[in-house]
């Protein structure tokens, strides 16, 4: 992770580098700097958005205003489970893992 980490911080500085020497060599030094925190600000707030969105939090099972809430894979899984248990009888005890 960590030389993943440095490997991306350096082809991300080339890459402001040459958008400001690019534009510097268009449109002045001072554009140059400017169009290199424009593009570095976007690239922020992407990351941001696709930090939003991969960070949810998961769902978990249990009770919420007397429902029972459930993703599908855990209505699979916590019978199964729930058979293993010492002790348990019942239809899913038969079952087998």
């Known amino acids: 992770m960590n030389t993943v980490r440095q490997v991306g911080g350096s082809i991300i500085s080339a ?12 449109n002045g030094d001072m554009k140059g700097i ?4 424009l593009v570095t600000s976007i690239l922020v707030f992407l990351s941001l958005a696709v930090s939003a969105v991969l960070m949810r939090p998961k769902k978990k099972c249990g009770r919420k205003q007397g429902k029972r809430i459930c993703p599908p894979l855990c209505r699979k899984i916590l019978p199964i489970l729930s ?4 002790g348990n009888t019942g239809a899913a ?3 087998s893992a």
């Not at 890459?15 to 268009?26: E, K, N, W």
């Not at 400017?34 to 925190?37: A, D, G, K, R, W």
């Not at 058979?83 to 010492?86: A, I």
């Open 34 to 37: 400017e169009t290199s925190f």
């Open 15 to 26: 890459l402001l580098v040459t958008v400001m020497s690019v534009s510097a060599r268009d």
């Open 93 to 95: 005890a038969g079952r």
């Open 83 to 86: 058979s293993q248990l010492p």
